[in-house]
């Protein structure tokens, strides 16, 4: 097992230990302070994400703002993640590989829209925007696309999902902010 796999299981172990009330406690704070946020208030198009059962539950979020926002999901399609408009819950569907409610519709074109924030999960974070995923590289492959190089990207995550360092490779993009809950919040 590599350093990576290694984190992986570890962060696994301690989102198990955790209760779920805890998990839902701190998703609905995390989600708090995400909104307060400069960048989440004046972003008109944001791409957030429906979560797997142990990432930042971010479903309230979208729903809250599904009338003030431009939200976008990503959509699994292959190896890679393409992008669609979120309309409603009507809309969602979850026969993909990973049984997370995705929708249906068209592909955007990331060329065609301004997209003002992307909120990014992850198994782990460092305070400077390091991120460690599940192994897929999904996400990488996503913001490295040359649309959205330069659009700010926010990691979200759990209290014990921050780490000091991570090991980092080449292709691992950086966020350029994380926001989680202090350390030993039991909210």
């Not at 704070?29 to 944001?46: D, G, H, I, S």
């Not at 729903?63 to 976008?72: D, E, F, V």
């Not at 569907?93 to 990331?110: C, K, R, T, V």
């Not at 759990?158 to 950086?174: G, K, N, S, T, W």
Request: hydrophobic residues 35%; charged residues 30%; proline residues 7%.
């Amino acid at each position: 097992m590599n350093e990576k796999q290694i984190l992986r299981k570890e962060i696994r172990r301690r989102k198990q230990s955790c209760p779920k009330e805890q998990l839902e406690a701190w998703s609905q704070a995390v989600c708090r302070l995400l909104e307060q946020t400069e960048v989440f208030q004046k972003a008109r198009t944001v791409l957030l994400y429906y979560a797997l059962p142990d990432e930042v539950d971010t479903a309230s979020l979208i729903r809250k703002y599904a009338h003030s926002k431009q939200i976008l999901l990503p959509v699994v399609c292959g190896d890679d993640l393409v992008v669609r408009r979120y309309q409603n819950e009507n809309t969602l569907s979850a026969e993909n590989p990973f049984g997370i409610p995705e929708p249906e519709g068209e592909d955007m074109n990331l060329n065609e829209i301004k997209i003002d924030l992307i909120v990014v999960p992850g198994m782990a974070f460092t305070a400077d925007g390091c991120r460690l995923g599940r192994g897929k590289g999904y996400y990488d492959r996503l913001l490295s696309r040359p649309a959205l190089k330069e659009v700010p990207r926010m990691g979200i995550c759990f209290p014990f999902q921050l780490l000091p360092e991570l090991p980092v490779e080449a292709h691992d993009i950086r966020m350029h902010r994380i926001v989680t809950l202090p350390e030993g919040t039991n909210q």
